[in-house]
T-cell receptor
């Protein structure tokens, strides 16, 4: 158990819908990261927040957005969903925000878009 | 553009023998490297890391070697155990960026009795 929690574990929805994925980081961690793992791709970095502020952005679609709240939990919002958005979405957290620290991953949310 | 490459999608090794996983990178700005292990239906689990000022880091059965001139790193697992059967990801972080990680495609390791 990494100490990072993600809800829900599974999500099934239809094209065009909007969903929210939630992540609670490990106690004491200030940084939260979101990654997407599709069947035909490896883990792709989406976005990073540090202490409530956006710090780094990867290939995140404009239909996707995220935020980190004062209690440090984070939400990833996916809207106008398409079939290709079906994937595993992982949240990770770390103590600091720079690259010299390990990121600890949650169990993931499996999103299926029908 | 895949900047971190794991060219072996799978590796089969006998229990008790050494597992060697390889990873190549193209971005010379990467200076922190990590290995993660992933079981099905779970998130990646951190195994071991190395910064570019070192060429070796050891933690129990796991050793990571870094060859900066060749832009190559490897993970050695000795001795391999059945519980080591998993997908192993190599990841790298550039020094000029907040901590996003770039991952390789992963290597599926199967440890046979």
């Amino acid at each position: 158990d990494s100490g990072v929690t993600q809800t829900p574990k599974h999500l099934i929805t239809a094209t065009g819908q909007r969903v929210t994925l939630r992540c609670s980081p490990r106690s004491g961690d200030l940084s939260v990261y979101w990654y997407q793992q599709s069947l035909d791709q490896g883990l792709q970095f989406l976005i990073q927040y540090y202490n409530g502020e956006e710090r780094a952005k990867g290939n995140i679609l404009e239909r996707f957005s995220a935020q980190q709240f004062p209690d440090l939990h984070s939400e990833l919002n996916l809207s106008s969903l398409e079939l290709g958005d079906s994937a595993l979405y992982f949240c990770a957290s770390s103590v600091a925000g720079t690259g010299y620290n390990e990121q600890f991953f949650g169990p993931g949310t499996r999103l299926t878009v029908l | 553009d895949q900047q971190v490459k794991q060219n072996s999608p799978s590796l089969s090794v006998q229990e008790g023998r050494i597992s060697i996983l390889n990873c190549d990178y193209t971005n010379s700005m990467f200076d922190y490297f990590l290995w993660y292990k992933k079981y099905p239906a779970e998130g990646p689990t951190f195994l071991i890391s190395i910064s570019s000022i070192k060429d070796k880091n050891e933690d129990g059965r796991f050793t990571v070697f870094l060859n900066k001139s060749a832009k190559h790193l490897s993970l050695h697992i000795v001795p391999s155990q059945p519980g080591d059967s998993a997908v192993y990801f190599c990841a790298a972080s550039p020094r000029d960026s907040w901590g996003k990680l770039q991952f390789g495609a992963g290597t599926q390791v199967v440890v046979t009795p």
